[in-house]
């Protein structure tokens, strides 16, 4: 069975300090990835897709950066962190990129910026 | 551009109660749509999943079906009990980016 770990499960940053965020999945080869941003009370916004190791899409600009080194990793970074990056942090994973194919998401990462 | 819409921001039932939560997209192709439920801090799951080659998902007791006329894809329950308290979320399939529009969430409460 595939299982998807985040880290860390949470964290309390000052504003300009640097920010990475990691997930794994375990169980799936190859396997599509995407990071996903909450704010607090709100929906979900895709942020970047990766479909294999070295290459990631950015969806929305929010002044992060995506980066996935193996094959079953995917971080999510930014040098200096701004108060409107607070909110929940979502990985997923999919077989396919085709839009029939279901997304499953990890546990995610609450980060709150002061 | 595409888009799905949830009117109801919050809902609140008794158990045993009927649940309808509206969801309208609005795409230029046919789209797969989903449903994903949230727990309070956890990550959405899958609640269920609807092509237009299926029309209707069913799942743990809810179902919502895909009408293309109307272009909505309401869910619904029964009888809903406790345990049933979340967000619930209309997804729209985004095409071969992998990109899923999320609508702003419904939260249900359903009281014993």
Known sequence: ???????PVAEIKAVG???SLGCTIKGKSSPNLYWYWQATGGTLQQLFYSITV????????LNLSASRPKDDQFILSTEKLLLSHSGFYLCAWSLDLGDQDTQYFGPGTRLLVL | GDSVTQMQGQVTLSE???LFINCTYS?????????YVQYPG???QLLLKVTTANNKGISRGFEATYDKGTTSFHLQKASVQESDSAVYYCVLGGGNTGKLIFGLGTTLQVQP
């Open chain 1, 17 to 19: 300090s640097p920010l």
């Open chain 1, 54 to 61: 070295g290459q990631v899409e950015s969806v929305v600009q």
């Open chain 2, 16 to 18: 045993d109660d009927f």
């Open chain 2, 42 to 44: 956890e990550g959405p």
């Open chain 2, 27 to 35: 795409t230029t192709w046919y789209p797969t749509l989903f449903w």
């Open chain 1, 1 to 7: 069975a595939q299982t998807i770990h985040q880290w």
